[in-house]
C-alpha cells in the first residue's frame, strides 16, 4: 500500500515549520531513506502576519495566500494538508473549502488528544499562546465542542513578547521564564493539563516544566502524521 504524502503549509514561522519536520523525522523508524515520509512542504514565510490581522486589526488578509499554498499543495500530489500554526486557523474554513482533499484541525486535532488523557472527568485547559487566539476564541469554540473548560493567563502580553524573541531568533533563559511562570499561575488557577497553542512555544517545549501535563500542540501534530503515514 502506497504511504499518503503529507502537504505542510508552513513558514508561520519557519522555524516552526522546520521543527515539525525534524519531530517526524525523529519519530519515524527507518533503517533507509526510503523509510521516511514523504512531506511536501511550502515553507513560506511571506504569508502576511496572523498577528497584526487579528489582534492589531491592520494587517493584510493571509486568507488568499494560504489557500493559493493549499491549492499548491494539492496540485503537487499531497494526501492532506497539515498547518503548523495555531493561529492560522482561524482561517481554516476558507482553506479546506479551497481543496479537494482533508485539512487537519491542528486545535481539534490537540483537544481530542487531552480529552483522551481523563474522558470521563471535567478537565480544564490552561492555554499558553498567542493573545490572538483568546480574542477570536479559537480554542474556546474547541474546547465547548469537546467539553472542556479553558483559562489564560491573566498578563498575555508577555507570551506576545516570547513569541516575537523566538521569531527574532533571539530568544533567551528569561523568555523560558516568563513561560515557567505562566504555567505556574495557570495551574494555581486550576489548570489539569497546559496546552502550547503557539508553535513559537514548541521550540523552547523541552525547558517548559508544569506540576501538570504539558501538551505540545506539534507533538501531537507529528504523532498524527506518522499514525496516518506508518499506521
Known amino acids: 500500500m502506497t504511504e499518503p504524502i503529507v502537504g505542510v503549509i508552513g513558514g508561520m514561522g519557519p522555524e516552526a515549520t522546520i521543527e515539525l519536520m525534524q519531530r517526524v523525522l525523529a519519530k519515524t523508524p527507518a533503517v533507509d531513506d526510503q523509510d521516511h515520509i514523504h512531506m511536501v512542504v511550502d515553507n513560506n514565510p511571506k504569508v ?9 486589526g491592520a494587517g493584510e488578509n493571509p486568507t ?8 499548491r499543495l494539492e496540485q503537487a500530489g499531497a494526501n492532506f494538508l497539515v ?3 495555531n493561529t492560522a486557523h482561524y482561517y481554516w474554513p476558507a482553506i479546506n473549502a479551497s481543496v479537494a482533499i482533508p485539512v487537519w484541525h491542528l486545535v481539534d486535532l490537540t ?3 487531552v480529552k483522551k488523557l481523563q474522558p470521563r472527568t471535567q478537565q480544564t485547559v490552561g492555554l499558553l499562546a498567542s493573545p490572538a487566539l483568546e480574542k477570536i476564541g479559537l480554542y474556546q469554540t ?11 493567563p491573566t498578563e498575555e502580553e508577555k507570551q506576545l513578547e516570547v513569541i516575537h524573541a523566538v521569531k ?3 530568544h533567551n533563559a528569561n523568555d523560558i521564564a ?27 517545549q523541552k525547558n517548559i516544566d508544569a506540576s501538570v501535563p504539558i501538551i505540545d500542540a506539534l ?13
Open 111 to 113: 483537544l481530542k488528544f
Open 178 to 204: 516568563t513561560l515557567n511562570a505562566l504555567a505556574a499561575e495557570l495551574v494555581q488557577a486550576g489548570a489539569d493539563v497546559i496546552v502550547l497553542g503557539c508553535t513559537e512555544f514548541s521550540i523552547l
Open 64 to 71: 488568499p495566500v494560504l489557500v493559493a499554498m493549499a491549492q
Open 168 to 170: 527574532r531568533g533571539l
Open 48 to 56: 502576511p502576519s496572523r498577528i497584526k490581522a487579528l489582534l492589531e
Open 142 to 152: 474547541w474546547c465547548d465542542k469537546h467539553g472542556l473548560s479553558l483559562i489564560y
Open 83 to 85: 498547518i503548523p500554526c
Open 219 to 231: 507533538d501531537v501534530l507529528a504523532d498524527g502524521i506518522l499514525a496516518a503515514c506508518k499506521g
